[in-house]
T-cell receptor
């Protein structure tokens, strides 16, 4: 069975402080990992995917297969980063359904 | 704008009533996914379509739920004899990204069962 665990429901940081949102997964095989974000009153949208190895809005995430983790990081939090963040995974076969974690609310304090 | 639209955006109903939601996906995609999101949870997969064929259903989809995609374009999700536990956000998504594993979500339909 595939599972995504986000241990923190809420993470509060001060503006300018580093951010790390934790994500661990369980999957038999090599999954594709994602981070989705939902800003207030907006629809859920993709933030980044591990295969792209890109930085979006200053966020990065490294896939650690040994620890089965895909933590989301940003060196300096900004107020506009306040949102719900969901870690997610799918298989790599194309057109796979996605399994989501329960989400972490990031609150950036001015 | 991802191009996925859903209607209605909000629905309040009394327990025992039937409700129907509609999803209009991104037009060039032949797959369409339905998810449900309850308070404090991430989206949970319900079912998906390849054109008009419903190819997989989650165990979350009880026999009170039925989904259709009659012409391989828009889709409907009907819940019969609604229960308070059906209260949730119902999300529709079209696939995208390099491997088509990325989900482009609609705004969702928020159902409240009184």
């Amino acid at each position: 069975a595939q599972r995504v665990t986000q241990p923190e429901k809420l993470l509060s940081v001060f503006k300018g402080a580093p951010v790390e949102l934790k994500c661990n997964y369980s999957y038999s095989g090599s999954p594709e990992l994602f981070w989705y974000v939902q800003y207030s009153r907006q629809r859920l949208q993709l933030l980044l995917r591990h295969i792209s190895r890109e930085s979006i809005k200053g966020f990065t995430a490294d896939l650690n297969k040994g620890e089965t983790s895909f933590h989301l990081k940003k060196p300096f939090a900004q107020e506009e980063d306040s949102a719900m963040y969901y870690c997610a995974l799918s298989g790599t076969g194309g057109y796979q359904k996605v399994t989501f974690g329960t989400g972490t609310k990031l609150q950036v304090i001015p | 704008d991802t191009g996925v639209s859903q209607d209605p955006r909000h629905k309040i109903t009394k327990r025992g009533q039937n409700v129907t939601f509609r999803c209009d996906p991104i037009s060039e995609h032949n797959r369409l996914y339905w998810y449900r999101q309850t308070l404090g949870q991430g989206p949970e997969f319900l079912t998906y379509f390849q054109n008009e064929a419903q190819l997989e259903k989650s165990r979350l989809l009880s026999d009170r739920f039925s989904a259709e995609r009659p012409k391989g374009s828009f889709s409907t999700l009907e819940i019969q004899r609604t229960e308070q536990g059906d209260s949730a956000m119902y999300l529709c998504a079209s696939p995208g990204g390099p491997l088509y594993n990325e989900q482009f979500f609609g705004p969702g339909t928020r159902l409240t069962v009184l």
